[in-house]
């Protein structure tokens, strides 16, 4: 572990977070699907024809879905519920783990799972007006102490990861500098991104003059009570860094440069209104 997520662990356990109990009650308005196999929540305006089948890669592909591609651990599938574009996640381990089992985890019955912690998170931030996606949907498959999770969020449409953009072009200084200002506002919401990488930016090209920039993959992350604190900050910032700087080395032809970095940072030290 890098000394630097080190730190930033330290401070996940002193640093009080966000009342899951009240985000649960208050999200008792989405509609429960429940058996003593499954635990799933749903937003009906958007999946008004629910089935447990949602959670299913093939039972999108049986209806079109329009990709299906790999994306960190595991695979991704983009489909449309009406005029909704949607993302399924199925979540998958990582490191260690993942040669025991790669998609169980363990599931405690009173406590929410890494999908329904994901789900709230979200869903709060969301209702702050953070630039997230909008989550839509999550199941937690049960097996004795362990379970299988799935998500389901809102597309973001018209957009690339930054990995995918610096691989194809260099970026402009206002793009540079929104990046910065939209990580500050997710830090003055107390909002800690446990994997704050280059993939988990997402830049809409529409117009390059005013980029929409949003953060996505909120597996394990958090809404923190110390805002005056400047270390997990500027961890998570370091984190950022290391991933730009270790594409920069899997990649024959990727535009970033240390003013780059510069520029996001004074993007971050200003507050974006």
Request: charged letters at 30%; hydrophobic letters at 35%.
């Amino acid at each position: 572990m890098h000394k630097d997520d080190a730190m930033l662990a330290q401070e996940s356990n002193l640093a009080p977070t966000f009342d899951e109990r009240k985000a649960r009650d208050k999200y008792e308005m989405h509609e429960k699907y429940e058996t003593s196999k499954i635990k799933a929540r749903y937003k009906p305006e958007i999946l008004p024809e629910f089935t447990p089948a949602v959670f299913d890669a093939s039972y999108w592909q049986e209806r079109g879905a329009s990709t299906c591609s790999t994306s960190g651990r595991g695979t991704i599938l983009r489909f449309k519920v009406n005029e909704t574009e949607c993302i399924l996640r199925h979540y998958r381990r990582g490191g260690l783990m993942q040669i025991f089992s790669r998609d169980c985890f363990i599931c405690l019955p009173f406590m929410p799972s890494r999908a329904e912690k994901e789900f709230l998170l979200l869903d709060e931030l969301a209702k702050r007006g953070l630039p997230v996606p909008r989550p839509i949907a999550f199941a937690q498959k049960k097996h004795f102490l362990f379970c299988k999770m799935d998500i389901i969020v809102e597309a973001l449409t018209c957009s690339e990861n930054l990995v995918e953009l610096l691989c194809r072009e260099k970026l402009e200084s206002s793009q540079w500098r929104t990046v910065g200002q939209v990580i500050r506002r997710f830090h003055d919401e107390g909002v800690y991104h446990a994997d704050l990488n280059a993939h988990n930016i997402l830049l809409c090209e529409s117009d390059k003059a005013q980029a929409q920039v949003y953060l996505l993959d909120f597996d394990k992350c958090e809404l923190r009570g110390n805002l005056r604190s400047e270390k997990w900050k500027s961890a998570n910032l370091a984190r950022l860094h290391r991933s730009l700087q270790k594409e920069s080395t899997l990649h024959a032809h990727f535009h970033f440069a240390t003013d780059d970095w510069s520029v996001l940072l004074d993007g971050y030290s200003r507050r974006a209104h």
